[in-house]
């Protein structure tokens, strides 16, 4: 596992100067040994990285059906490790990457349940502070997703939640950015 580490960062350092392909083979690498340490079906946190940094990748490179089927083996390891239900970091960046993923590729309906999963998690670990640049913005992906499928009025609603928010955080006068996008998505 030490090894496999070592090829993770590797492979995330690669990804971060711009060699993708460079990357994806040190991902690939140390998942092989991952399997070989801990077994093919092992769920183990190091190869839920390495599978979150394959997919990351192929998102960059717009293979988008290789980055989300990383993405979901990806998630399925977080929730045996995490439990099903349970709101983790690790598991809303993985439903952030797959809403995303699946609107590329112009499946809104499984963007909206992967988003719809992440807004009802981050509900619960921000539930004090609701206030947050995360949330506005999974509740503007929600609203341009909504919108795709063509149901303006639950588009309409969740851009207006995603201006509350904006507007907590930047304050009423529409001085930023994000708030002059989503007014603009309102139309």
Request: glycine content about 10%; proline content about 2%.
């Amino acid at each position: 596992p030490d090894i496999a580490s070592s090829l993770i960062l590797l492979g995330s350092l690669w990804s971060t100067i711009g060699d993708q392909r460079k990357a994806i083979s040190y991902y690939e690498k140390s998942l092989r040994i991952l399997e070989i340490a801990l077994g093919d079906n092992a769920a183990h946190s190091q190869i839920a990285v390495a599978l979150n940094g394959l997919a990351t990748t192929w998102g960059i490179l717009g293979d988008y059906r290789n980055a989300i089927s990383c993405d979901e083996h990806s998630l399925r390891m977080k929730k045996i490790i995490y439990g099903e239900d349970t709101a983790h970091p690790d598991v809303v960046a993985s439903l952030s990457n797959l809403g995303l993923y699946w609107s590329k590729i112009g499946d809104h309906g499984k963007a909206v349940g992967y988003y719809e999963s992440l807004w009802k998690m981050l509900r619960i670990i921000h539930k004090d502070n609701l206030a947050q640049p995360k949330i506005a913005a999974v509740l503007g992906s929600l609203g341009l997703s909504w919108s795709k499928l063509g149901d303006q009025d639950k588009a309409i609603a969740y851009h207006e939640q995603a201006l509350k928010v904006l507007q907590e955080l930047y304050g009423n006068n529409g001085a930023h950015s994000d708030i002059a996008m989503t007014f603009s998505n309102l139309g």
